[in-house]
């Protein structure tokens, strides 16, 4: 490895160690989604869009006219922002599932684009080789980085779809915005991170690009049954009732 990318890497790695801890976002009733068309071009989408909890070091969050959210220039040191929203208004034991475009036009090896999940934060490197686009997801449950075996292309928005289980399971599937023949799958469990703030993160230096974030609820099967059993037991009661009414 050539002693720039050494020095790259280990500045996304400071990144990890002087993370500010964010501030709980506010609840949004799901379904939920923002595709940052509403104020676009946006100078301080922070402002803009206050459904948003913006924390972390203090750098610029705009909107390009495309409806792209853009995190801001490199900091020194690096560390991590935040600009969140956190799931409410769903049913006990539904699976969450969010869906994100994201990706990164800075430097490869110094900086990420990241999701916030909880206590968790996942992440990868567009644009950098060693091992391919180093997929990691931090905090407990988690694990390092990872070999995508495809390596994501910069300046481009990759597609994300995870399916969070009360369990703490979450299930990830990155797809190449570029080649969606290049798909890369992982999961991590952590219990405490199920119901959590999410929302677009930058890890090192910001250069970050996010569209399309959309979280819904989908009730867990053994409330459907319940639900379906209750409208039988309803049909069966007015057919029983117009029955006796025929019968008199």
Request: net charge negative; hydrophobic share 40%; glycine share 12%.
């Amino acid at each position: 490895m050539s002693s720039n990318r050494i020095v790259a890497l280990a500045g996304c790695l400071v990144a990890t160690v002087v993370r500010i801890a964010p501030v709980y976002a506010a609840p949004v009733n799901l379904p939920f989604s923002e595709n940052f068309q509403s104020v676009a071009p946006s100078a301080d989408a922070a402002a803009d869009y206050p459904a948003f909890t913006a924390s972390g070091p203090a750098q610029t969050r705009t909107v390009d006219a495309a409806g792209v959210l853009r995190f801001g220039a490199a900091n020194n040191p690096p560390a991590s922002q935040f600009f969140t929203v956190t799931p409410a208004g769903y049913a006990a034991g539904s699976e969450l599932v969010i869906n994100i475009d994201m990706g990164f036009d800075g430097q490869p090896g110094f900086g990420a684009t990241a999701l916030r999940l909880g206590a968790n934060t996942m992440l990868f490197h567009p644009g950098y080789n060693g091992p391919p686009g180093a997929f990691r997801v931090e905090g407990t449950g988690g694990f390092g980085n990872s070999d995508m075996v495809w390596v994501p292309p910069l300046g481009v928005l990759n597609h994300v779809e995870i399916h969070s289980f009360p369990s703490g399971l979450f299930n990830i599937k990155v797809t190449d915005g570029s080649n969606p023949s290049n798909v890369f799958t992982t999961s991590f469990t952590n219990p405490a991170s199920y119901g959590g703030e999410i929302g677009p993160s930058a890890i090192g230096a910001a250069a970050a690009i996010f569209d399309n974030l959309s979280i819904q609820a989908v009730p867990e099967p053994s409330t459907i049954v319940t639900g379906l059993a209750g409208m039988v037991g309803l049909c069966f009661c007015g057919w029983r009732r117009g029955r006796c009414r025929d019968s008199n």
